[in-house]
């Protein structure tokens, strides 16, 4: 009680002293108000519940807004409707975020909000909690536990990105390995422990995977229908009750230290840091996945075919990964930004999961038999066993290149995989464009996407990249984040 009237007190007083800046004589009043609006500059919106200022709670809202246009994939249809081309406007993501050292020991996160809100989205959509996070400090900075819905853990660094900081338009969602498989979008319920020793950064998770029966309906599908429980010999996620997943996440600072207090990654700095990590992690589940060990799959396999050829295998996945992130002229303010990361996935037997964020369109026709039935849009394959690469980087020039307008950071980047289900064909997506830095992580990003079309031979059932079909999306991002 004693720290809600003291929240209440501090939030009359600031409000106090904004109304009473409008009584003051010209000579003192701009004083005053310039004193509260460098605080909120500099502090976001943040009230302090200790006098020492050691305990405190702070919010914060990152905002982004789309508008696109999509060389849709081949057989691309919205509800029957055949679809070459679609432009569309949306919400990626709204997040309100709560969090604050509310005791000298406990730390308190919370998020909320909502993800690719579309035309095709449920209408009136209901927003959720992404993390709700409670943390004791054991050992000051060292050694911390944590409990709750959360994405600490691992394997690579934009496992849990900082989507208000990223460098690209968006941020390499194959690192986000089971997202809405067997998680919420990234997160679990369970525990995890994190600190920093020196220069040394990790965190280590324990969650209860989400089971698949709870997935919400894909777009286009009802709840029924939206879970796969078909039995096929590429592996796919078990409908089986979860076995607990173990996940881990390491880096060394070489230079500056990056702050650990939140699960999320930052993207850039923007040249108010001189950043070199390594970093390496990992992430496992038992019988998390499952396949069909056949040549071929009965129409309707009978109790003992189930039980000689189902199997159950293991979710592996290991990363490593760099960041690179520093000032070229600290007066001046222009500042490079650099990440590459390497990752082995094994998700079971050929696995392959093609993945179009916030997709334009609903389906593929069924008469176009030669590709996979969940490669419309934009979509495509994003995730599966094998090992993929990811490289990017961006340059961001002088302050105040544009005046009062702020500045500009060109980037582009690749992911690079080779999916064991695509045979020898090297998947390779691009991202190429410019950020216009209005102020801080305030921006509008446009954005080009490159990405490969496959088609699947009749007779051998080997996987083609068909590269005078590959497929682009353009898009204009608006960002508010403070």
């Known amino acids: 009680m004693k720290k809600i009237k003291t929240l209440a007190l501090a939030i009359i007083l600031s409000t106090t002293a904004f109304s009473q800046t409008q009584e003051l004589p010209t000579s003192v009043a701009p004083t005053v108000a310039d004193k509260i609006q460098e605080r909120l500059k500099k502090e976001g919106l943040k009230v302090y519940l200790s006098n020492d200022s050691s305990q405190w709670l702070k919010a914060t809202v990152v905002m982004q807004a789309q508008a ?88 690579l660094r934009y496992s849990a990105p900082a989507v208000g900081s990223i460098l690209m338009a968006d941020a390499p969602i194959y690192q986000q390995t089971t ?127 189930i039980a000689s050829n189902l199997k159950s295998s293991n979710l592996l996945i290991i990363g490593l990964d760099l960041f690179y992130d520093s000032f070229l002229n600290k007066e001046k303010g222009n500042a490079i930004s650099v990440y590459a990361a390497y990752s082995y996935a094994d998700y079971g037997q050929n696995y392959l999961r093609y993945n179009g964020v916030m997709n334009m369109t609903t389906a593929m026709n069924t008469s176009v038999a030669n590709l996979n039935a969940k490669a419309f849009g934009n979509a495509f394959p994003m ?59 305030n921006k509008i990003s446009l954005n080009y996407q490159n990405r490969p079309v496959y088609e699947q031979d009749a007779v051998t059932k080997n996987y083609v990249d068909v590269e005078s079909a590959r497929r682009g999306m353009l898009y204009l991002q608006y960002q508010i984040a403070f």
């Open 383 to 441: 995730m599966g066993t094998g090992s993929s690469e990811f490289a990017q980087i961006g340059y961001k020039f002088k302050n105040n290149l544009l005046g009062e307008r702020g500045t500009l950071q060109p980037y582009i980047g690749t992911q690079i995989s080779q999916y064991k289900a695509l045979q020898s064909n090297n998947m390779v997506m691009c991202d190429v464009g410019v950020n216009w830095l209005i102020s801080g992580y």
């Open 68 to 155: 696109r246009y999509d060389w849709n994939n081949p057989g691309s249809n919205v509800f029957g409707y055949a679809q070459n081309k679609t432009t569309d406007a949306g919400l990626r993501r709204l997040r309100l975020q709560l969090f604050g050292q509310v005791t000298k020991r406990v730390f308190v996160y919370t998020q909320f909000g909502l993800n690719n809100f579309n035309y095709l989205a449920p209408r009136k959509q209901d927003a959720f909690f992404h993390d709700v996070v409670a943390e004791y400090s054991i050992w000051k900075k060292h050694l911390t536990f944590g409990t709750g819905l959360t994405s600490f853990g691992g394997p």
């Open 179 to 305: 997202s809405d498989q067997n998680d919420q979008f990234g997160r679990k319920l369970g525990i995890y422990f994190k600190g920093q020793l020196g220069k040394f950064d990790y965190r280590i998770a324990v969650g209860k995977p989400f089971s698949m029966q709870t997935q919400v309906p894909t777009i286009g599908s009802t709840a029924a229908t939206s879970i796969d429980t078909s039995y096929s010999s590429n592996a796919k996620f078990s409908p089986a009750p979860p076995d607990l997943q173990y996940q881990g996440y390491f880096k060394y600072h070489f230079f500056d230290k990056e702050s650990n207090d939140l699960p999320y990654n930052t993207g850039t700095y923007l040249g108010k840091k001189h950043m070199l990590t390594l970093g390496a992690g990992i992430q496992y589940q038992q019988n998390a996945m499952r396949y069909w060990n056949g040549s071929s799959v009965p129409v309707s396999p009978t109790a003992t075919e």
